[in-house]
């Protein structure tokens, strides 16, 4: 059974970091591009942050150089590294590989 869980949800006052992981089971990340997404309140699902299988970065234009994604692959593990964060940041944060999805993990950021 494939299950994605992604932890580190919180809230913050802008400005703060958050480190969000992703739990893969069921399922290999290594040699695989897994992505992060994330839904405002009243909005569609972005993107906002991928990573392929040969380990190319993708960033949304809103999170460029504040935002991080990294995996271990021992621990069968991505992460989203959230610095500087806004209240734009603000959402459900969602880890997808292939057609699988994650729950979700709030993030909430006061200014």
């Known amino acids: 059974q494939v299950q994605l869980v992604e932890s580190g949800g919180g809230s913050v006052q802008a400005g703060g970091s958050l480190r969000l992981s992703c739990a893969g089971s069921g399922i290999i990340f290594n040699g695989n591009g897994v992505g992060w997404w994330r839904q405002a309140p009243g909005k569609s699902r972005e993107s906002v942050a991928s990573?392929?299988?040969?380990?190319?970065?993708n960033y949304a234009d809103s999170v460029k150089g504040r935002f991080t994604i990294s995996r271990d692959n021992a621990e069968n593990t991505v992460y989203l590294q959230m610095n500087s964060l806004k209240p734009e940041d603000t959402g459900v944060y969602y880890c997808t590989m292939w057609s699988f999805w994650g729950r979700g993990t709030q993030v909430t950021v006061s200014s």
């Open positions: 990573i392929s299988g040969d380990e190319r970065t």
